[in-house]
């Protein structure tokens, strides 16, 4: 299936020089340069992902990122100037899936954006499920689902990412690094801290007492492992 890409910057330049790429790798591409006209956007055509530049005339970047995260489960690669780390960061929080600093090379942003619709994508010939704790988790491999006692639980795809890299072997105690290795698939320097805010979104979603994790346990200054203690 050919996914849809929309492309949100008000330089027009950079907009169409992007939209040339990505329509070269075969992309259905979409395009605006108003935050506000995004959000209709993407509520009426349900793009695969959006290119969010964060610096937009007339609504902030980063509240077209919230809204955007709050109403579908869209991927978003941030398009950022270089002063702007802590957009970034708070980008990142918001559930924000990646980020490029600009200037960039066009061929960088097409291969960030293939990997995002990969990982974003259903593997082929996965399994269908991946269970253990008594069954108290289940993955369900196609369609990036967890099931915590029989309930959906929603994930981002980071979450999913991340929760889903631990479980390749329970117990194994993972870095922020190899989680951010994970679940990018590629290094990305310096952003391990923002793993902490999604394994705290993780935490709350599972239903986790903050105090006493018995999912996703903390181990302090290495990193984070999945361990299901038994109840009481
Ligand atoms: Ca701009």
Redesign the pocket.
């Known amino acids: 299936m050919t996914s849809t890409v929309l492309i949100v910057?008000?330089?027009i330049k950079?907009r169409n020089l992007i939209r040339t790429f990505l329509e070269r790798e075969g992309l259905i591409v979409l395009s605006t340069?108003s935050g506000a006209e995004a959000i209709s956007v993407a509520e009426t055509s349900h793009p695969d992902l959006v290119l969010l530049?964060?610096?937009?005339?007339d609504v902030p970047?980063l509240e077209v990122a919230r809204e955007l995260l709050r109403t579908s489960d869209v991927l978003v690669l941030m398009?950022t100037?270089k002063a702007s780390e802590e957009d970034r960061i708070r980008g990142l929080e918001l559930g924000a899936d990646d980020y490029l600093t600009k200037p960039f090379s066009p061929r960088e942003l097409v291969l960030r954006v293939l990997a995002l619709l990969r990982r974003g994508r259903v593997p082929a010939g996965s399994s269908a499920c991946l269970s253990f704790g008594g069954g108290v988790i289940v993955f369900d491999e196609e369609r990036h689902e967890l099931l915590l006692r029989g309930e959906l639980v929603g994930l981002s795809p980071t979450e999913w990412g991340i929760i889903h890299a631990l479980a390749r072997t329970p117990g194994r105690v993972y870095s922020r690094y190899e989680l951010v290795n994970a679940v990018r698939g590629y290094e990305w320097e310096g952003y391990e801290r923002v793993i902490d805010s999604h394994v705290k979104n993780l935490r709350r979603k599972l239903k986790e007492d903050a105090a006493d994790p018995r999912i996703i346990e903390t181990v302090l200054g290495v990193g984070y492992r999945l361990c299901l203690k038994s109840d009481g």
Request: no cysteine.
């Open positions: 910057e008000d330089e950079l340069g530049d964060l610096g937009l005339p970047g398009l100037a």
